[in-house]
């Protein structure tokens, strides 16, 4: 089910660390980057472009059309899972509930769960989904989407996904991805593991406490 070393190693790659100063914490941000040199008040200044996420277009658990647009303004967690996996995304998800109560009544904040398997998840199942977990409201949605789109967006995630294989199985990475309002990765964390999962809420608050983060007043 999973491919830790692969993405590992990509992100450490990719990564475009940021440290700290003695004043502010603030999160690395991941994946491939190239510098872009440009002229400012007549001098060149080169400043550095990282990977974000690309325009998408999904459908989540009430019917509702999702888009890059959906998440302006907003910082989220991304995942992809299927209803009837058997072993990793029950625990991914068990995982994500106390993230989703921690964070459910901040409107800055979403978590996107792709289906891998858009012809069993169709928007009916993701909001049994969904009931049976708990889940109402627009914090987290469950996105269903054509079959290519959504394996293909999950690579600009970091992530390995792949369709039914001989034993008649899906396969995915069973990461959580930080994302932050730029639409950069700032973070990826193993789901099944609780203190990664912790880590990864404490980061949160951390990203939202970033310049350029911070919740508009």
């Known amino acids: 089910m999973k491919n ?18 003695s004043t502010t914490k603030t999160l690395p941000i991941y994946g491939n980057k190239e510098p872009v040199t440009k002229t400012v008040n007549g001098k060149q200044v080169t400043d550095t472009v990282y990977q974000t996420i690309p325009a998408f277009k999904f459908v989540n658990q009430y019917g509702d059309t999702i888009t890059e647009k959906s998440l302006e303004g907003k910082i989220y967690v991304a995942d992809f899972f299927f209803t009837t996996c ?16 921690e964070f459910k009544n901040n409107p800055d904040f979403r978590i996107l769960s792709h289906s891998i398997d858009p012809k069993y998840d169709t928007v009916p199942v993701l909001k049994k989904y969904a009931d049976k977990m708990g889940i109402a409201g627009n914090t987290w949605w469950l996105l269903h989407g054509n079959k ?39 973070g990826t964390y193993q789901g099944t593991d609780p203190a990664e999962v912790e880590k990864m809420t404490a980061d949160i608050k951390i990203l939202m406490a970033e310049p350029g983060q911070k919740a508009a007043k």
């Open 4 to 21: 830790t070393g692969y993405i590992i190693a990509l992100i450490l790659l990719g990564c475009g660390c940021k440290f700290n100063d």
């Open 86 to 101: 058997p072993t990793i995304c029950p625990v991914m998800h068990r995982n994500m509930l106390p993230v989703y109560n």
């Open 148 to 186: 290519d789109a959504t394996y293909t967006i999950a690579k600009s995630y970091l992530v390995a996904v792949q369709e039914k294989n001989a034993q008649e199985n899906y396969t995915h990475d069973g990461f959580f991805i930080l994302i932050d309002k730029q639409k950069r990765i700032r």
